[in-house]
């Protein structure tokens, strides 16, 4: 099983930024995937942005242009860089792994396991 710490979240202005990081441990070697989901009070849980082990990555439309995910495999550590924040990015945001990017497009996800999450709060 991999376990993963999420950190980086914290309160923002509108038009501010923000670096998200989840380091994974455990049973990394089954890791070629990463990405990031959030859930925002009284909603589901969305999928952000997702990388696989070749560095690809597919954005969801709304955090496009200013989203960036990013991988350092070498520390088992995604990110996620998150620029001209709005109010509508508030949420807890909270990554994940896995073999394959395919896993990240189940709707509702199906992991196993989902870290503590990391609160992003937008507001002036």
């Known amino acids: 099983q991999v376990q993963l710490v999420e950190s980086g979240g914290g309160l923002v202005q509108p038009g501010g930024s923000l670096r998200l990081s989840c380091a994974a441990s455990?049973?990394?070697?089954?890791?070629?995937?990463m990405g990031w989901y959030r859930q925002a009070p009284g909603k589901e849980r969305e999928l952000v942005a997702v990388?696989?082990?070749?560095?690809?990555?597919t954005y969801v439309d709304s955090v496009k242009g200013r989203f960036t995910i990013s991988r350092d495999n070498a520390k088992n550590t995604v990110y996620l860089q998150m620029n001209s924040l709005k109010p509508e990015d508030t949420a807890v945001y909270y990554c994940?792994?896995?073999?394959?990017?395919?896993?990240?497009?189940?709707?509702?996800?199906?992991?196993?396991?989902w870290g503590q999450g990391t609160q992003v709060t937008v507001s002036s």
């Open positions: 990388i696989s082990s070749r560095g690809s990555t």
């Open positions: 994940n792994a896995a073999p394959g990017v395919s896993s990240f497009y189940l709707s509702p996800p199906r992991f196993g396991s």
């Open positions: 455990g049973s990394i070697f089954s890791i070629n995937a």
